[in-house]
């Protein structure tokens, strides 16, 4: 287990799996990215921090992770994985996410160029781009499923 030694979250209990070390080797304020592992019910997890975090949490089942994931104050892109075609009905359809940007087997940082772009809640209400944006006056989503064993980034980005 790791405390965060300053800000907020000085009582915050949760555990860094990997990474978490300030990078000071350069000007401005950086650290690398991190996996965290923590309670859903944390209300870190619900704050938008701009930083290379990605927080995984134990959920019971697809019904506590529509609720957790529809909880947040913002809305623009949300991802589950999973090989069950339920769930993925589940999440994508009318009581699933409100995310502006719903996708299963991929991360969510980025959208298909062609997909209509925009969030829901606090970040957004609309959609710019692709050939739905005439339909604005619509609550839409952009759905991406990955059928494969790979993840793929979003335009087939590779990092190496």
């Known amino acids: 287990s790791a405390r965060v030694s300053s800000g907020p979250w000085l009582s915050l209990s949760c555990k ?34 701009f930083v290379p975090i990605l927080y995984v949490m134990k959920i019971s ?14 809305g623009l892109s949300s991802s589950v994985f999973t090989k069950n075609m339920q769930n993925v009905f589940k999440w994508t359809g009318p009581s699933g996410s409100d995310c502006g940007i719903v996708n299963v087997n991929i991360p969510t940082n980025g959208a298909e160029i062609g997909g209509a772009f925009g ?42």
């Open 16 to 49: 860094i799996l990997i990474g978490g070390k300030v990078l000071s080797d350069r000007p401005g304020n950086w650290v690398e990215p991190t996996i965290v592992e923590i309670s859903p019910s944390a209300e870190i997890v619900k704050t938008e921090l």
């Open 61 to 74: 089942g697809m019904e506590e992770a529509i609720t957790f994931n529809n909880s947040v104050p913002q």
């Open 119 to 160: 969030g829901e809640k606090e970040t957004g209400g609309g959609r710019e781009s692709g050939s739905d944006s005439w339909k604005q006056y619509m609550r839409r989503i952009t759905c991406t499923i990955n059928y494969g064993d790979a993840l793929p980034l979003a335009q087939g980005i590779q990092f190496g």
